[in-house]
Nanobody, 120 residues
Framework: QVQLVESGGGLVQPGGSLRLSCAASGSIFSINYMGWHRQAPGKQRELVATITSGGSTNYAKSVKGRFTISRDNAKNTMYLQMNSLKPEDTAVYYC??????????????WGQGTQVTVSG
């Protein structure tokens, strides 16, 4: 059984910073891709950033230059460093991983979500 556990969300003032973490646990054989998504109230879920197994990154235009995605392969953990936060960054942030368990197929897994609120 694979679990993705997120942490690091909270309330921050505009211009502040937060660091989200997402740790995968279980009988993991390999992790292919990792990404962060977010969903604001009344809006569709949107992609924030992705990182491949080789370390290539991709960002939504709205966060480029402010957010940094990274991964620690040894710990099966992904991070999202968020700087210069704006009220429009307020959302529930979800981590997503494409991973393969031992003797299993590659599939998508999602975290439970962590609330980020930017308000002053």
């Amino acid at each position: 059984q694979v679990q993705l556990v997120e942490s690091g969300g909270g309330l921050v003032q505009p211009g502040g910073s937060l660091r989200l973490s997402c740790a995968a646990s279980g009988s993991i054989f390999s992790i292919n891709y990792m990404g962060w998504h977010r969903q604001a109230p009344g809006k569709q879920r949107e992609l924030v950033a992705t990182i491949t197994s080789g370390g290539s990154t991709n960002y939504a235009k709205s966060v480029k230059g402010r957010f940094t995605i990274s991964r620690d392969n040894a710990k099966n953990t992904m991070y999202l460093q968020m700087n210069s936060l704006k009220p429009e960054d307020t959302a529930v942030y979800y981590c997503n991983m494409g991973l393969q368990v031992v003797r299993g197929a590659l599939r998508d897994y999602w975290g439970q979500g962590t609330q980020v609120t930017v308000s002053g």
